[in-house]
RNA sequence: GCUGGCAUAGCUCAACUGGUAGAGCAGCUGAUUUGUAAUCAGCAGGUUGUAGGUUCAAGUCCUAUUGCCAGCUCCA
């Protein structure tokens, strides 16, 4: 939760419920020590070093003792104390995290204060409830057990962390619950399951994906897209290597700066080869095989590359994290002078895409380089005119955003579209980044009117990602139920008894030999039963075809989730659906304009 | 990688405190020929993730291992 909440009623009885938790753990587990215990966004959690750890059987008990505590309408009290004494306090209850906490706040001068409710007491600012009564009866539920690092570093202990719900009133909970049920139904690996986009096989390995028949087609949609786009955009297609030699990642800088997230590499003929963790190192080397002119830029070079990220076992997940994966990868290289309105139409690519695909739930990050973290290029001054010029364009197009401090990529700053998926784990989507690093690294250079060597200006950009987490996406936000362009099966033919085979049969032929994807239900199948099979499939198109329909040259028209249908002649539908396509409409989007 | 949990047929799940694996859907075969969400009947499908161990007996208990899930750390 936001500080500006704190005092609001909810953020109260969200704190106040940590501590009724972290009491009843005391109740069963007289030896746990306290971490920190905070309320979130949809209710509370507590860390905890147990010697013995909690299991989910655990949680009810808790939950019990939490309701019993309630009940007594423990009154919550406030208290500020000196250091020395405070840490005394904590001593004497044997809590040392609390004591290093204690330690760090007044450091920072801060007032160390406590909370006292019944037996329990704890370090903390507040604010809090007036009693335990005040938490309304059916509010709260515990969620989920969980480990964490003490102050979220993996140096530190890890603890187990105790997730509650927690919202003002018992329906708001059930609501939560409900909706959050609901959004799991869309999860992309649920829907995967019934659809088959993809397989990964514990034979080929973890996060190294299958793309099945049906992914691929959504994966062949979306490049089409890029390829199309930026044909038009000005951009020039290249390809490039999977594995290349260590002296390109020295250069790039990527060994020094990235190599816990690249795979080990081969050894062969005295030297090293490396996948590829990211594709500019390429492009940079296809801006240098030839000498360039400032007639030649802006350079836009384009590639749906593939790269190879060792990425944690823990945090891999279905499409959303993958060690493999394909980029809407490019790079252009531009003057200073031209650098703004590049960014600027790139910015405007993203809006195009996104505004496509009818995706309106994401905010932009900012994300800047942190001093000292040894995690970024050390160009002090380079990061300050980069930062300037992504602000400024920013401002220009006036698209809101938050700037966040350490998330840059290693060359430059960058800008983030972050989506939450269905789970509520916010990733990023796409990524649009300026570097004024790498080009001075590989020494790229173009003579410019002056008739002087100068450095050029980069700009990488990924609007739609990589296909893994993109497509990934697309599944949840559509529900599995795509547009037609981008469908697996775009239509299905229905002949509403095996009289109509043949007919339907010369419609399907006739729609498959224009490209489009179709399929026929000539199954034994009732009536009912092909309708029904066809909704579960979520097929966009159904044409049913029967008596009428073969007399007069007809198709009945029906769209995914809709009762609503047209007869029309066969030859005007086609004509419709191949607009539709071409002009990757979605019916149900423009309905809504 | 770390903490906790889970693993039974293609999918969703069953099998009391250990007694030798069962259903629905999907699939296949046959009958049915149907105008908007499940026609009927039959058949087939599993060395219970893998490897050890305890036991007269293991899906069930123990150990290890692999994978998956949630979270932490990390990121497109």
Redesign the pocket.
Known sequence: MKKSDTNSNLYKIRHSLAHVLAQAVLEIRPDAKLGFGPPIDSGFYYDFDLTE?L??EDLPKLEKRMRHIIKTGQVFEHEELEQTQMVQLLNKDNQSYKIEQAEDLAANNETLSLYRNGPFWDLCEGPHVETTRDIPKNCFALD??????WK???KNN?M??V?GLAFETGDELKIYQEKRRLAMER?H??LN??HHYFS?S?EV???LPLWLPNGTVIRDELEKLAKETEFLGGYKRVSTPHITREELFQTSGHLPYYED?MFPPMEMDGERLFLKPMNCPHHHMIYKAEPRSYRDLPLRLAEYGTCY?Y????????L????S?T?NDAHIYCTTEQAKAEFIKVMNLHTQYYKLFGLSDFWMRLSLAEENAG?FVDEPELWQKAEKLVTEAMDEVEIPYEAVRG?A?FYGP?I?FQVTNV?????????NQLDLVMAKRFGLTYIASDNEEHTPIIIHR?PL??H???VAFLIEHYGGAFPTWLAPVQVRVIP????FNEYANSLNESLFGSFVRTEIDD???????K??SA??SKTPN?L??????QADQTV?W?RY?T?E?Q?LDFGAFRNLLQEEILQRRDWRTVAQD
């Open positions: 750890p299991s989910p989920t057990l969980a480990g964490a690092y979220g570093s993996e890890m187990q962390r997730y999860d690996r649920k399951t019934k990964i514990e390995g973890k996060g997230s990220r990425e944690q076992s823990g945090e891999l997940a279905g959303l994290r993958v060690r994966m980029m995690k998330e990529a960058k983030d789970v509520g784990r916010e990733e990023t989507a796409s990524t990924a990602g990589t893994e987490r993109f509403v008894a095996s009289a199954s034994h199948d009732s009536f009912g039963k309708i029904r909704a579960i159904l049913i075809v029967g008596e009428n329909e009945t029906q989730g009762k249908r007869t």
